[in-house]
């Protein structure tokens, strides 16, 4: 499957399936979180926020890309993510695009 934050693939003409999207909520948990409220006091990088972040940016494409094959998808383009948060701790993150067909 190729994802593309462009609306085109070189060299391909391509045929428009629908839009496609995959979504996660993610937490960490109590005790890092307290770790974290601790760590804004001196400042630095909340790596586990990262780490939670990338896995839940990677689950959302995993789930977007499950859809566009559903559709019959050979590549999904205008890919974009967005995320929100949804509770203390708690972030929704959504990856969509435009699910296509090479003809």
């Given at each position: 499957?190729?994802?593309?934050?462009?609306?085109?693939?070189?060299?391909?003409?391509?045929?428009?399936?629908g839009?496609?999207?995959?979504?996660?909520?993610?937490?960490?948990?109590?005790?890092?979180?307290?770790?974290?409220?601790?760590k804004?006091?001196?400042?630095?990088?909340?790596?586990?926020?990262?780490?939670?972040?990338?896995?839940?940016?990677?689950?959302?494409?995993?789930?977007?890309?499950?859809?566009?094959?559903?559709?019959g998808?050979?590549?999904?383009?205008?890919?974009?993510?967005?995320?929100?948060?949804?509770?203390?701790?708690?972030?929704?993150?959504?990856?969509?695009?435009?699910?296509?067909?090479?003809?």
């Amino acid at each position: 499957m190729i994802l593309t934050t462009t609306e085109t693939i070189s060299g391909h003409e391509l045929e428009m399936l629908g839009m496609v999207k995959g979504s996660t909520i993610q937490t960490v948990n109590a005790v890092r979180d307290i770790g974290a409220g601790l760590k804004t006091l001196v400042g630095g990088e909340l790596t586990r926020y990262n780490e939670m972040m990338n896995d839940a940016r990677a689950l959302a494409t995993k789930r977007m890309v499950e859809e566009a094959e559903q559709l019959g998808a050979d590549a999904v383009v205008c890919v974009r993510y967005s995320s929100s948060s949804i509770m203390q701790s708690a972030a929704e993150v959504m990856a969509y695009g435009t699910a296509v067909k090479f003809r």
